[in-house]
């Protein structure tokens, strides 16, 4: 599988270079920022793996949708604007979105479902999020995942850490953000009840697995031919 990378000169891009012989892929482009995007579409990648920017991966999208090749991305921050122009080109390729290509995140996610459904809403309910100290956005994408998930279940008041007094009221939610030193990634899900407490955590020690997910990912995406939105979930 020919494979156009874009984000190449960062972290995460770097990452799925080095690692896609692995996957049985060949880096045929690369995309930065200032590259000649036609220039590298024209090198015939059979598909896309984005890590670069909510800008960057919108400017990539459009390129990609002209020449009918899928888009894999794990770039976070995006705001709903940057959604409105994936879902405009969601009409014409597929689109593989992942705040996180980690297998165990995706585990994780499904293990945080099952407690949502069958625990009580007498359980209150944190999550807590640590990564590196130049990580950018906060909460993290995944953490904003996780709640989406449990908000599925309880339609619960969200709040964004603590201060002050602000003892806990019934029906909310905290997510709590860590940002220090080299933390790869933590994810933590507390459901506390009177007498008990059930935690799923996460935690990533090397940022390869990332990239490994998405190549891993890559090779089941190519095959899917129908346009929209696609989520892990959704191929795995």
């Not at 995006?78 to 080109?89: D, F, I, N, T």
């Not at 807590?128 to 998930?149: N, Q, V």
């Amino acid at each position: 599988m020919k494979i156009l990378v874009c984000g190449s000169n960062g972290r995460m891009g770097n990452l799925v270079v080095n690692a896609a012989s692995a996957y049985d892929c060949e880096i045929v482009a690369t995309i930065n920022s200032g590259s000649d995007f036609d220039a590298e579409f024209r090198k015939d990648p059979d598909l896309c793996i984005d890590f670069s920017s909510p800008d960057g991966l919108l400017k990539l999208v459009e390129h990609a949708a002209e020449k009918k090749i899928k888009v894999i991305s794990g770039t976070t921050g995006l705001k709903e604007e940057h959604w409105a122009v994936l879902k405009k080109y969601s009409d014409k390729i597929p689109i593989l979105y992942s705040t996180n290509f980690s297998i165990g995140i995706y585990v994780l996610s499904k293990l945080v479902k099952v407690a949502a459904d069958l625990l009580p809403d007498s359980f209150d309910i944190e999550l807590l999020e640590r990564h590196h100290s130049a990580k950018k956005d906060a909460p993290s994408g995944t953490a904003m995942s996780l709640l989406d998930i449990i908000q599925s279940t309880f339609q619960h008041k969200v709040l964004f850490g603590r201060h002050g007094e602000a003892p806990r009221t019934k029906g909310e939610i905290c997510v709590h953000s860590v940002r220090g030193g080299d933390i790869v990634g933590e994810h933590e899900a507390m459901f506390a009840g009177v007498g008990e407490r059930l935690e799923l955590v996460h935690r990533a020690t090397d940022r390869g697995i990332f990239a490994r997910g998405a190549l891993y990912a890559a090779n089941i995406f190519v095959k899917i031919d129908t346009p929209g939105i696609y989520a892990l979930s959704d191929i795995l």
